[in-house]
């Protein structure tokens, strides 16, 4: 699947191109901001951890499951029809992002780690994997590079993805693209 984010003057658009020519997507104009760094970090989780049943999957419809449209997931009871992966991977990703955001100092392991299960421990018996310090790593640099990418683009501008990815590799970025991706993080004022 083809994921394309592109900024116009309206806002970010999200357009995917599925595998078999279908297409589903979104515009926001009032939550461009969180969509994009939201959607952006799910890349980035699902890529590295391997991920094929949570946000991305589901849309590209992978495993000869049917594909969901951008717009399911704001149902207000989609979720309860999201896969256990699907549902771990929220968990992730908004723990990731939120820490992030909250925080200057550097992702550990072993934090994200004992905070996810505190925050699952009422989830339906799901267990979240075990995030080592070099996949918590590899997502904050893929996201990072992604996020810093889609900032710089002119209006107009695009960015072009795959899902699944064809590498598992983390991207090498340069402190420049992590200044410009962290200029462009909205944080929390203190």
Request: hydrophobic share 40%.
């Amino acid at each position: 699947m083809r994921i394309r984010f592109s900024k116009s003057r309206h806002g970010p658009v999200l357009v995917c191109t599925r595998d078999d020519g279908s297409v589903t997507g979104m515009k926001s104009e009032r939550h461009g901001g969180f969509f994009v760094r939201h959607d952006l970090m799910h890349y980035a989780v699902e890529t590295v951890l391997g991920i094929r049943e949570a946000f991305w999957g589901l849309v590209a419809g992978l495993d000869d499951r049917p594909s969901w449209s951008i717009e399911a997931f704001n149902v207000p009871s989609a979720s309860k029809g999201l896969p256990s992966e699907a549902v771990i991977t929220e968990f992730i990703v908004g723990l990731i992002d939120q820490a992030a955001i909250f925080s200057d100092k550097p992702l550990v392991a072993d934090d994200v780690n004992r905070d996810l299960q505190q925050a699952m421990s009422n989830s339906q018996n799901l267990a979240p994997p075990a995030i080592s310090q070099r996949q918590l790593d590899q997502i904050m640099q893929r996201f990072m590079d992604l996020y810093a990418h889609f900032q710089s683009l002119p209006e107009g501008g695009h960015l072009d993805l795959e899902f699944p990815s064809a590498t598992g590799e983390a991207i090498e970025i340069s402190d420049g693209a992590r200044e410009t991706a962290n200029r462009g993080w909205p944080r929390a004022r203190r």
